[in-house]
């Protein structure tokens, strides 16, 4: 069965610092991967997914994640952390098989300060 | 719109209680998915509907009982509930419920059972 492994409950940056949300999957076959926000009482919004092809992946609001077979990790990352990036983070992984059934990671928080 | 719509947002309900949750999307999606989220973890997929079909029912309880009855609607139907089925309850939804796909998500339905 595949996995997610959120290292880090909390992080914690400096508005325009570097922001990274780490990742690291488990799959016995090529996995979709996704990276998932939420913010207080709203539901989760797509940054971005990788499925095939090109392993740096760029998403919404300025964040990219690169996926990496040998390391099997999809670390998420943005070069300058805004007060708005806020939120909770969600790691996720999928089959390419079947129907999409997500299995989220335990989810990091993003703790941005001025 | 690329909106997922859920009534209500707030519900309270003693054990004894029968009500019902409703999700509904005019994306022209055809798969249609219910998650439950404790508070600090991650979501856990309950159910998910395809072309109106139940596709997926990860072992959910009886008390849950879901219903689609079109492309656009989903319903959970809630009957004897426990207080540990105090949850946020999301609707999501995807063009036709491959793993590749994007799941846009409602901003859930906060549940609380007396």
């Known amino acids: 069965a595949q996995s997610v492994t959120q290292l880090g409950s909390h992080v914690s940056v400096s508005e325009g610092a570097l922001v990274l949300l780490r990742c690291n999957y488990s799959?016995?076959?090529?996995?979709?991967l996704f990276w998932y926000v939420q913010y207080p009482n709203q539901g989760l919004q797509l940054l971005l997914k990788?499925?095939?092809?090109?392993?740096l992946v760029k998403g919404i609001n300025g964040f990219e994640a690169e996926f990496k077979k040998s390391e099997t990790s999809f670390h998420l990352t943005k070069p300058s952390a805004h007060m708005s990036d806020a939120a909770e983070y969600f790691c996720a992984v999928t089959l390419n098989t079947g129907f999409q059934k997500l299995v989220f990671g335990t989810g990091t928080r993003l703790l941005v300060s001025p | 719109d690329t909106e997922v719509t859920q009534t209500p947002k707030h519900l309270v309900m003693g054990m004894t209680n029968k009500k019902s949750l409703k999700c509904e999307q005019h994306?022209?999606?055809?798969?249609m998915y219910w998650y439950k989220q404790k508070a600090k973890k991650p979501p856990e997929l309950m159910f998910v509907y395809s072309y109106e079909k139940l596709s997926i029912n990860e072992s959910v309880p009886s008390r849950f009982s879901p219903e689609c009855p079109n492309s656009s609607l989903l319903n959970l139907h809630l009957h004897a509930l426990q207080p540990e089925d105090s949850a946020l309850y999301l609707c999501?939804?995807?063009?036709?419920?491959?793993?590749?796909?994007?799941?846009?998500f409602g901003s859930g339905t906060q549940l609380s059972v007396l």
């Open positions: 999501a939804s995807s063009q036709t419920g491959t793993g590749v796909e994007k799941l846009f």
């Open positions: 994306m022209g999606h055809r798969a």
């Open positions: 990788y499925t095939t092809g090109a392993t």
């Open positions: 799959s016995s076959v090529p996995p979709y």
